[in-house]
């Protein structure tokens, strides 16, 4: 597929990763690698972490969402989920995740990728609705398998999708298509 931006003309694969560019500015213009998926499609999940499938009051993309249930952080720092996915284009990666926060005592959640530093999504002010945070989250992938692990650092707390992007300056909005 093909489209004009800012004057370039730009090739594009469905992975989202260029493979040509051409007009003023195109080598500083390539598009970046990114990577989506569902948070319910855990390949392994510890309890209080649950699956909410197919019901709920919120509006959430997929089949459902994950959630740390509300009950005033008794099992704050228990459970965990775990996710492998494949990427096409190793780098560094802005790390984001679409949650809904229940109340100000929950409001985030922690990740840790390949094994690295554990990582504090969230602690912001937007509750009752779902949207994105990270942002400043940046990690290191590499060509091939690697894993997330989703951490509960506090509970009243669910998680709709996870998006991985090279462009660091990109906000996700809304649902976003999932690539895996």
Same mark, same amino acid.
């Given at each position: ?53 197919? &019901? ?18 008794? &099992? ?15 780098? /560094? ?14 409001? &985030? ?29 940046? /990690? +290191? ?16 707390? &669910? ?16 649902? +976003?298509?999932?690539?895996?």
């Amino acid at each position: 597929m093909k489209r004009k931006l800012n004057g370039l003309n730009r090739s594009w694969i469905a992975s989202g990763v260029a493979l040509a560019a051409t007009g003023a500015g195109a080598s500083t213009a390539l598009a970046a690698a990114k990577i989506c998926w569902e948070a319910e499609a855990t390949g392994t999940m510890q309890k209080p972490l649950r699956k909410v499938m197919g &019901s709920g009051n919120k509006p959430y993309s997929g089949k459902g969402y994950l959630e740390i249930p509300w009950d005033k952080n008794e &099992s704050k720092g228990k459970g965990q989920a775990v996710y492998t996915f494949n990427v096409k284009t190793a780098g /560094v990666y802005t790390v984001w995740a679409r949650t809904y926060w229940a109340n100000g005592c929950g409001n &985030s959640i922690g990740v840790v990728v390949n094994g690295g530093t554990p990582i504090t999504l969230g602690e912001d002010g937007t509750y009752d609705k779902w949207h994105w945070v990270g942002g400043g989250a940046r /990690v +290191r992938l590499k060509a091939g398998a690697n894993k997330l692990i989703l951490k509960n650092k506090e509970t009243g707390v &669910s998680v709709d999708q996870f998006y991985l992007t090279q462009d660091a300056d990109y906000t996700p909005t809304g649902i +976003r298509k999932t690539t895996s």
